[in-house]
């Protein structure tokens, strides 16, 4: 792949080691997307060296990529089968999509910032993520004309769970997202079931906010 290198391979392999496999996470889909995505290629260049580091990166628009290790337990928390159609609100540097692209049959990204949305899809185009759609626009009304989603993934904190998301997963389907105040969240997980909605929570988390008609309403 273009702009990958021995150099950035060791320290994917070094990352999925160290900070993912030790933590627990174990599902193979999710292990053999984070050996293979190229994350230094999704941050600024002068941050490249640091990519593969424990902890998030900025990415701009005052917006973070997220720790390797949320990338990974939120992935695996998704469950996802190789035909999932999946919904991701909060492409950001596109990262996270590009994970869920190497697992999934198709990504449904939406941004609501477009300096960042415009970026992504360059990155995505560039590297030749062909499964990755991306959307301008609010996602916390999701993407009705797309759905239902066998499993849908929030990278934003959110006050509550969106209503709309909610109503456009799939039975069987799979939903992850942080919800708490602006400074700290709990990711929870749910399971639409023919039963009703299963919930569960997966820990502690520190998100940015999702901003949006279902989310935080100011800016
Ligand atoms: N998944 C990203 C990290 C996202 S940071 C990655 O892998 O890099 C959270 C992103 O959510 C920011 O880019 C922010 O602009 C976006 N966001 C916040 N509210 C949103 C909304 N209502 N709809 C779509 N995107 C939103």
Redesign the pocket.
Known sequence: MEGDSRRYQRQREAMVKNQIETRGVNDPGTLAAMRRVPRHL?VNEALMDQAYNDHPLP?G?Q????QPYI?AMMTEALQLNQDDRVL????????????LAEIAYRVY?????RT?YES?RKMFEGIGYYNIIARY?????GWREESPFDAI?V??GAPEIPKPLVDQLATGGRMVIPVGSSLSQKMIKVVKEDQGLHQSELGGCR??????????RDA
């Open positions: 999704f990415i628009e917006q973070t990529i997220s990338v991701e609100i909060g492409t950001g540097s596109g990262y996270q999509a590009a994970v990204t939406i941004e609501r910032n960042l992504a626009s609010d996602g916390t009304i993934m990278t934003a998100f940015v906010r999702l901003v949006g008609q279902y989310g935080w």
